[in-house]
């Protein structure tokens, strides 16, 4: 799958590091439902703190847009993220007999803290570019990896996540963002971004983030 | 109107700003339709940039906020203020022969700069209460200024303005404002809020806010 | 006076608001000493709270810095304002009988607020260079002033003001910030920033900053 | 070792935390001289790259203060970290050659990350208070080791790092902190900030950060 411009070049800059979050050890064990019940929760319930922080990210792009339509991008993906995706984890971990209060009362990992955290500081130091290099890997690697998933054979344990994430929905939003990235950039960097002395910079960030998705799939396998 | 418990503790400590912040030159002129129209789209030019910085200021609370439900509230008030009400100041200008290009292109007023940017600084040196003591002004303001002008015999010119902040809609929204500040009162300083040493500070912040409401009345009568 | 390579070009991106500023009435008052006493004490208590939000502007600077040196440049700032520079207001203030305790206590006017959080703003929602497009107005205006004062004639009134800003201890760092500023636009932008797309952005905020200087000037007329 | 009121009630809050921090097996290495070599550098190097976070930690402290005095604090903090501190760290790895270039491009390992961004972002995201919850560990913990290891006997391979941490310039520094956050919990909660609800939130940071310090150390002993 690509998402626009941008997508297929911070994936390329950020090396081998992508392949390993994309094709996790984890990710395979969900396809093929090796995955055990009990790392899957785990890594659901860590998620759910993940996306506590994360959507608090998308909300900290809102302040820092230039455009009424970054503004609304960001905004829609906040409301998204608290309404539609959060509901969902706590659907499926209740179907899974954890409730509301259990969930609420996970105790967050280290490797939560340092993805999240990471986030949010580098969003606060820079600006709506560094942010977006920050937030652009868990959207578009999730998106990749349900786009195979759902494409490949896949074991029927872990079905509704392979589509939630392979699913049109999804993916149209994997697209969005990569639009909204694509003419934010060209609009700060302008039409040869990879030119610019910033260049170096969002994809070291790129990477660095990939890298924190590697450690969490790697957490999820350590309940 | 009263929208809650904490409403009408902190309009109190604003002291006369309060009156002279809803009870406006401006507000008036609205309300018996002396107001001339070239005020009135100044004004509504200023608010459409006043609003583009108070969404902003808005999402900075999902990215303070405690608790899920403290995140979803000021999420949909983000949402509510980039769709709804802005394109609401839009469709006004437009009917007066303002297109969407010379709106976006406002020149921000010095007023307007003062009041955004004073919520946007206070929110990131302070806490969630600090941001919402900054806020509240412009909502409960509004709220109490439309519903008077609706009770009241009111002049044909600024309906729509009066039915929209004085109708059912947004006086809902300031009873869940009024509600959500509440409980992040109760959560951050308890039962007893006005015995904390935070509370003379809260109530400075909420009067300055109303001051700067004041300031931007009178801006708009000068276009 | 020119301080490196950006401030000529900023300066001159500023247009006629520069020379506003620059040469304001305010200032040939300072010069000619037909400045009321009242004035210079007010626009004096004005600034002392203006310096306490113009020292946080800079700190913030060095929680967006990219280099241990722009880090170094940033802190050393903020030492300066909050010891030397804002004792100096206290001890104006003091031999012209205002006690610390009422300077403490000056309650900020709507300038000096558009200002300081204009700045503030500006800083949080951009990246370091955001930032420094809206304090270097500041530092380099009043350098410019105070070299053209001092070598002027000038009336022996605000002599002590002449020879702070005019003297060799703040020309060198307004040559310092204008080195450290060069060389963060060409870390950041390359060996061209006039063609990068950012530029017309820091050029408006640096414009915008020293319009809001001349709005001090003109509060600091009417104490 | 005590240095304040506040600092023994978070200490006891960190419940076994504190220990595992402060005695922890790293410690015990540098105090009898079983720790490698090479730990103590990869230590030294990630401190390095910790103590830059951390003084921009500092001054984000200076944008959340409500006084004078708080921010002079927070000031001189930054400017002893950027100074003195990170310049010891740049002499020790240099006699142990290490080169500055070398230091500099340390890798930022994940523990590193969770610990600098965690800090940050609950500075961002809450007040002085919060931040300063965050930011006490690192003071406090170094204090109590420094002057326990001094005390005790001790082999001579760490000495130097013992005598700056034990020292009494550091020590002094310790209550120096101690003092400055008695003063703002005091400012902000009151004469009896144990029964504000703040302070279980209080709590949880320090002990949060406080593991942190745990994990870093575990960090240490892999090089």
Redesign the interface.
Known sequence: MIYGTTHPLWRAAAGPVWKEYTHHRFVEGVQNGTLPDACFLHYLRQDYVYL?HY???W????????T?EE??A???T??GL??AE?ILHVDVCASHGIDQQALFATEER??T??Y???V???G????FL?LMAALAPCVWGYGEIGARLLAQSHAPQYLAWIETYGGAQYQDICHEVGAMIDAAI?????PDPQ????WP?LCRIFRQASQ?EV?FWAMGLQP
């Open positions: 506590m959507a608090k990210a909300a900290l792009g809102v302040t820092k847009a230039d009424l503004m609304r960001c905004s829609a906040v409301e608290v309404n959060m280290s490797a803290m340092a999240t955290r990471y949010l500081a580098t606060h130091a820079g600006d560094d060209l609009r700060r960097l302008g030119s610019s002395p910033r910079g924190l450690d």
